[in-house]
C-alpha cells in the first residue's frame, strides 16, 4: 500500500512541477518546455530512486559498473550521465 502511495504522489509531483516549471519558461519566453505534450513514467523512477538514495545514505552506488558514487551524489552523477549518453531526452522530466 505505501508503494502505490508513494508512487501516486511521485505521478502527481512530477507532473505539476513539471508543469509549473514549464509556465515559469513560458513567461520568461522559453517555449521549449511549454511546448513538450509528454511526460513518461521516468520521473517516477528518479523519485522512488531519490528515495532510496535517501533510505540508505551511507551505501555506495555503481554507476554503470564503471564507479562508485556516494548514495548522496547517484542521483545527479545518473541524471547527468544519462543526459550524455541519450541527449533527446527530458532533462526537465527526471529533474523534476
Known sequence: LWTAFTIMWSVLLTGSLLACIASLGHIAGY???WNQHSLGFSGVLFHLLV???NKNPDVSQNVFGVTAVS???YPWVLLV?????MPNISFL???S
Open 81 to 85: 550521465v544519462i543526459q550524455i549518453i
Open 71 to 73: 548514495s548522496k551524489f
Open 51 to 53: 528515495i532510496d538514495c
Open 31 to 33: 517555449d521549449k518546455f
Open 93 to 95: 522530466g527526471h529533474l
